[in-house]
Every structure is written in structure tokens, then in C-alpha cells.
């Protein structure tokens, strides 16, 4: 099938395919593999160019405890996330499933048990969406740079490629995303055969959603290390480390605080995208307490605000102004402003267009007595100090008479008494 085509099907049928993921905001991402054994970074391999022999060697010493998958889905779930991406092959090559590919693989090396049937039983049992991530570029397939030079050795490196994705779609029963990354060394799509693959992939998979990391756009982008909205139309999702490092990394001081992941996700939530943020197991599968921590109280926050930031939002951009006490989430004729700097017993929003009807705390209901003329909105009888105790971000929910807009221009001043 040509390019043109190909684009032209899956867009026809994305809105269909993609509507869950937009309304679940929020997501983890699972980088587990060898690389978790030395505990520095998951390009420790490339960066301490680590002869292919000398780190096979990990294959070996890898012993993962019973069924971790369970401890990521039970807290992922818990951290309010509705779906998964998890490495099945990471650029080191060692592949986590059971595969007919190479021998370089879970079941046939130390941990001796497919790792990726137990991620998909656990997402299952948690009823989370199942993502795969797949490396395209290998570091241990002995054609995975060669493929560049070498004809033969690209059609090798493709068949392998091919065969792996292949198994990963037809093995494991319904898969939601394939999550392709790093396309190194070969520098165009048709050298990729990347429309072949990934309409195999849709063929055995007709709901899934794809990335666009095997050079082609495909269903949504990945901003990498910063929230940042694509252009209006256009659906992504941020992918985000929890400390500077998406495989296990212990002496990592970077810990992101619970405040900072909750403004990850009202970024996100604005923009009409999604998060998708990073847990790198311990070498035998546990989380790192530091992430446990902080995502138990991620959840605890979002039990009470997911209102504000789960379903169908409106894009922020263009219709909200930035607010020195904090910033706006939409949805239909509701407004929903994130107080993250508390203001103390008055809160004042300024160029507010639409009449406002009702406001209330979203974490309990509580209403709020206001006052609205033409260019204020003030909210009255707060309590003096920031009521959330967990991120020290209090959501109020304005529900107003249409689609809220706001204005303010710099300089501008219209004082109400003027008018
Ligand atoms: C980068 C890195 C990789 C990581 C990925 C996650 O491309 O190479 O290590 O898995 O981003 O988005």
C-alpha cells in the first residue's frame, strides 16, 4: 500500500480509535530491562561503550521476583492512570517476551518466564489499557547498525524487526498502543518498510493506536521531557521521566514532587494531550519507593480533582489568560481553575466573559459565595490557607451559562466604577 493511502485509512478511522485514550489523561510508562542490574541509566551500554559480550552477560544475572507487574498495574491504578506502556525491547536488544526471533530473550535467559505476558495478565487484572513500546534501533543485533551500509543486512534486520513486532501483535490477545522509539540508523520510513509493519501491526490489531517514532505521523506525537501541546488537531501525549532517568537509577536526587506531577497533568489535561510518566523498576521488578510514594498521593489527589481533568476536554490556549494564582482546565460550559498559589480569603479572576452560575471545591462540592460584574469575578469567605493538604492545589469549578472565555489585555485597565 502506498503512503498516501495508508495515512489517509488510519486517519479515517482514528476519532473511532482514539477516543478512550483521550479521555484517560493519564498514563505509566515502564522501562525495565538488563540495564536495571548497574542502575545507570537505560543507555548505560552506548554511553560506557560496553562490549556486546561483556553485557550479554546480564542476560544471565537477571533474576526478577514473582509477577512485579502486579505491584505496577495495583499502583498505577491506584495513581488514577487508566492505562500502560512497558519496554518489551529497549535499544539494548534483549527482548522480554518469548520470542522466535534471537535467543536473547526472558525466557530463555535468566529470568526464565515471559516478562510481557505477565505485564499484559496484570494489566488485564487491573483493568488497564496495554501498551507496547518497541525499540527499533538494537545495540546487540548484529545487523541493527550495519542495516545502514548493507542491503543484506537491512533486509536481515527487517525480517527481525518485522517478526518481533509481529509476535507482539498476534501473542498476547487485544494490545491498545504500539509505542515505537528510536529509528536509528535508517533515515526514511520506506527504508523502514515503516507503512508495511505498522499496517501488519493494524491488520492483527484493528484498534491500535501508534506513535509516530517509526517516522511516519501515525496517531499521536511524543513530546519527550517537556508538556508541550501540538498543534491544535493534533493528538500527544508527553512522556516524562520521575527523575531524570527512564531505567532504574538509585542515587537519583530528582524525584519530581507530587505538586509538579500534578501540574504536569493539568498542562496536558489544557491542551487537549495526555502524560505519560515513568516508573524504572528495580532490577527484580519493584518499584522504587520514592515513585510509590509520590504516586499514592498523585492518586489521593486525583480521587477528588479527576473531575477536572479526566473526559472531554476544550483546549485552553486562546480562550483562558494565564493568572498569576494559577491556570485553567475546560470542559463544555464548566471552568475549572487550579489555585496553586493560594490567594487567602478572596480569590479575584479578572476579564471572565460568560456569566458564571455556580462555584464550587471540586475535591468536596462545597459552594462558593461570589460576586460577578462585568470585569470581575470574585470569589468570597475562602478559607485563609490552601485547603489541599496533598499538592497544595485547590480546584474550583465554575459552571457557567456557555463555553467560558476570558479576556484581559496588558494595560488594559476598564475599572467596573467607570462604567
Ligand atoms: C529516548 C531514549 C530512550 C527512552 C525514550 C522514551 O528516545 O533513547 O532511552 O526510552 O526516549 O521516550
Not at 58 to 68: E, M
Not at 327 to 334: P, Q, R
Request: hydrophobic share 35%; proline share 6%; aromatic share 10%.
Amino acid at each position: 500500500m502506498d503512503t498516501e493511502t495508508y495515512l489517509e485509512q488510519t486517519a479515517g478511522t482514528r476519532p473511532e480509535r482514539i477516543r478512550w485514550w483521550q479521555e484517560a489523561r493519564f498514563g505509566m510508562f515502564i522501562h525495565w530491562g538488563l540495564y536495571a542490574q548497574l542502575g545507570r541509566h537505560e543507555w548505560v551500554m552506548n554511553r560506557e561503550r560496553i562490549p556486546v559480550e561483556q553485557y550479554e552477560a546480564l542476560a544471565d544475572t537477571w533474576h526478577p521476583k514473582d509477577r512485579p507487574a502486579r505491584e505496577w498495574a495495583a499502583l498505577a491504578k491506584q495513581a488514577g492512570m487508566k492505562y500502560m506502556v512497558m519496554t518489551t525491547k529497549h535499544h539494548e536488544g534483549f527482548c522480554l517476551w518469548d520470542t522466535a526471533q534471537t535467543d536473547y530473550n526472558a525466557v530463555k535467559r535468566g529470568p526464565g518466564r515471559d516478562l510481557v505476558r505477565e505485564y499484559v495478565d496484570a494489566c488485564r487484572e487491573f483493568d488497564l489499557k496495554i501498551g507496547f513500546y518497541y525499540s527499533l534501533m538494537d545495540w546487540h543485533h548484529a545487523d541493527g547498525a550495519r542495516c545502514a551500509q548493507e542491503e543484506g543486512a537491512r533486509r536481515r534486520f527487517l525480517d527481525f524487526t518485522q517478526g518481533c513486532v509481529r509476535e507482539l501483535m498476534s501473542n498476547y490477545g487485544k494490545i491498545d498502543i504500539l509505542w515505537y522509539d528510536v529509528s536509528w540508523p535508517l533515515s526514511s520510513p520506506e527504508a523502514w518498510e515503516s507503512v508495511q509493519m505498522t499496517n501488519m501491526a493494524r491488520e492483527l490489531q484493528p484498534h491500535i493506536l501508534v506513535n509516530n517514532r517509526a517516522q511516519l505521523p501515525e496517531d499521536f506525537g511524543t513530546p519527550e521531557e517537556h508538556v508541550t501541546a501540538a498543534e491544535k488537531g493534533r493528538a500527544w501525549e508527553a512522556c516524562m521521566t520521575f527523575n531524570g532517568s527512564w531505567g532504574f537509577m538509585p542515587i537519583s536526587p530528582d524525584w519530581r514532587p507530587v505538586r509538579e506531577v500534578v501540574d504536569m497533568v493539568r498542562t496536558a489535561a489544557a491542551g487537549q494531550g495526555n502524560l505519560l510518566l515513568n516508573i524504572g523498576p528495580t532490577p527484580d521488578g519493584s518499584v522504587p519507593p520514592e515513585a510509590t510514594e509520590r504516586l499514592a498521593l498523585v492518586g489521593d489527589w486525583i480521587r477528588q480533582n479527576g473531575e477536572a481533568l479526566y473526559g472531554e476536554v476544550d483546549r485552553v490556549d486562546g480562550r483562558m489568560e494565564w493568572m498569576p494564582t494559577g491556570s485553567w482546565t475546560l470542559k463544555g460550559n464548566n471552568a475549572y481553575y487550579w489555585c496553586s498559589r493560594w490567594p487567602g480569603q478572596e480569590l479575584v479572576i479578572g476579564g471572565l466573559r460568560t456569566k458564571v452560575n455556580r462555584a464550587s471545591f471540586v475535591a468536596d462540592g462545597t459552594p462558593i459565595t461570589f460576586e460577578q460584574t462585568e470585569n470581575r469575578l470574585v470569589l468570597k469567605n475562602l478559607p485563609y490557607h490552601d485547603p489541599d493538604r496533598i499538592a497544595g492545589v485547590t480546584v474550583i469549578k465554575l459552571e457557567c451559562d456557555g463555553p467560558p472565555e476570558q479576556k484581559l489585555g496588558a494595560g488594559v485597565v476598564v475599572l467596573d466604577s467607570a462604567r
